[in-house]
Structures are given as structure tokens and as C-alpha cells.
């Protein structure tokens, strides 16, 4: 290897000890602030992902009742009769579960509105005998519904939810699901316009 060649390697190297010592000093120092400058960002940027209990508009407190313990039957409206068909509606949500929506208008109210005007239509019809699992704001645990429907021998359970605005506009169906000699059925979508599914 010739003297040029030997100058070229010698170029690329730093053979001053004091360059080497900064160098490492400065990764030392580097390495040692990476968890300041960390616990700085989470400091700053934490409060966002974070939320702590204090931070929380509203705080929800409720007594359960004793497992097991049966929900109170709901009155039963319409004829007299105990031969008519019995129809229970279930409002969805309520009480503390406002469910979706926007601003002032919530899914829970949305929900039992329906349920009242469908329960006055049915009772002047006078032909069938319904029940509502809640009549006014308050929450039912999902299990409860359904159960007060079998309690109370209904021949028919009706749910009233309302489904995000975004996809009412694409959807524009109902979701039936009918029990047939004591099992469940496949759901059935029906699309606008469309009152049975054999249309």
C-alpha cells in the first residue's frame, strides 16, 4: 500500500483522542436525557389521553339489587281479556345509559317515545293487550327485558332502538327476529317498502 493510500484511511479516521472523548460525551449526555424529554412530552401531551376521575363531567352511583332478585312485572294495558295476544315493547336504554345521538336529543328518550306512541296505537286498536318494559327514564339491564316479556307470557316482543344517524341514511331497514315452535329464526331484513320478508 503506497503513501497515498495510507493518507485516504488516515483522512476518513479521527485520530485526535479529545474528538473521541466529545463524541462519547455528547451520546452520554443524549442517552441520559431521553427519559427527561419523555417525561416531559407525557407531562404535556399526557392530559389528552389520559383521563383521570376528577377530569369526568359526571359521576353514575347506583344500587344493584341482589343478584337473581326478578324485575316488577309492568302494567298491562288494553282488554281486559287474557285470551287477546299480549305485546311487549322494550324501550331501549334509559336511565343512566342515554344510548346515541347528538346534543339534546338522545337515543334513550328517542327510544321510549316510540315505544309510548306505539303502545297507544295498539290499545286503541283494541284487538291486542301490551306491556312497556319502562314508561319512563329509567334503566333496565339487558337480561331483565326479555325476561319480563317471558314472565309475563307475551306473544310477541318488541324492541324500539334507533340506530346511528349515518346509518339510518344507508340503511333505510328493519332487523325482525321471530321465534317459531320455541326456537329462534334466522333475522329477517326487510328493505323500505317491503312489510314481509316474502314480498
Same mark, same amino acid.
Given at each position: 500500500?503506497?503513501?497515498?493510500? @495510507?493518507?485516504?484511511?488516515?483522512?476518513?479516521?479521527?485520530?485526535? +483522542?479529545?474528538?473521541?472523548? &466529545?463524541?462519547?460525551?455528547?451520546?452520554? %449526555? &443524549?442517552?441520559?436525557?431521553? +427519559?427527561? =424529554?419523555?417525561?416531559?412530552?407525557?407531562?404535556?401531551?399526557?392530559?389528552?389521553?389520559? %383521563?383521570? +376521575?376528577?377530569?369526568?363531567? !359526571?359521576? %353514575?352511583?347506583?344500587?344493584?339489587? *341482589? *343478584?337473581?332478585?326478578?324485575?316488577?312485572? +309492568?302494567?298491562?294495558?288494553?282488554? *281486559?281479556?287474557?285470551?287477546?295476544?299480549?305485546?311487549?315493547?322494550? =324501550?331501549?336504554?334509559?336511565?343512566?345509559?342515554?344510548? *346515541?345521538?347528538?346534543?339534546?336529543? #338522545?337515543?334513550?328518550?328517542?327510544?321510549?317515545?316510540?315505544?309510548? &306512541?306505539?303502545?297507544?296505537?295498539?290499545?286503541?286498536?283494541?284487538?291486542?293487550?301490551?306491556?312497556?318494559?319502562?314508561?319512563?327514564?329509567?334503566?333496565?339491564?339487558?337480561?331483565? @327485558?326479555?325476561? &319480563? =316479556?317471558?314472565?309475563?307470557?307475551?306473544?310477541?316482543? %318488541?324492541?324500539?332502538?334507533?340506530?346511528? @344517524?349515518? =346509518?339510518?341514511?344507508?340503511?333505510?331497514?328493519?332487523?325482525? !327476529?321471530? @321465534?317459531? #315452535?320455541?326456537?329462534?329464526?334466522?333475522?329477517?331484513?326487510?328493505?323500505?317498502?317491503?312489510?314481509?320478508?316474502?314480498?
Amino acid at each position: 500500500m503506497g503513501e497515498k493510500g @495510507r493518507s485516504a484511511v488516515l483522512r476518513g479516521r479521527s485520530c485526535d +483522542p479529545s474528538q473521541n472523548s &466529545m463524541s462519547r460525551s455528547i451520546q452520554l %449526555v &443524549m442517552i441520559l436525557s431521553a +427519559p427527561l =424529554a419523555l417525561a416531559i412530552a407525557l407531562a404535556v401531551v399526557g392530559p389528552r389521553f389520559f %383521563v383521570s +376521575p376528577r377530569d369526568l363531567d !359526571y359521576v %353514575v352511583r347506583f344500587d344493584m339489587p *341482589a *343478584a337473581g332478585t326478578p324485575v316488577d312485572l +309492568p302494567r298491562v294495558d288494553g282488554p *281486559a281479556d287474557s285470551s287477546r295476544p299480549l305485546v311487549v315493547i322494550d =324501550a331501549g336504554h334509559g336511565g343512566f345509559d342515554p344510548g *346515541a345521538g347528538q346534543g339534546e336529543v #338522545k337515543e334513550k328518550a328517542v327510544a321510549l317515545r316510540i315505544a309510548l &306512541m306505539l303502545r297507544n296505537r295498539l290499545v286503541e286498536g283494541g284487538g291486542v293487550r301490551v306491556a312497556l318494559t319502562r314508561d319512563t327514564d329509567r334503566f333496565i339491564s339487558l337480561p331483565d @327485558r326479555p325476561d &319480563m =316479556a317471558r314472565r309475563l307470557g307475551a306473544d310477541l316482543f %318488541v324492541s324500539s332502538m334507533r340506530i346511528a @344517524r349515518t =346509518a339510518i341514511r344507508r340503511a333505510a331497514r328493519a332487523s325482525m !327476529y321471530c @321465534r317459531k #315452535k320455541g326456537r329462534a329464526r334466522r333475522p329477517s331484513v326487510l328493505p323500505r317498502g317491503r312489510t314481509r320478508p316474502d314480498e
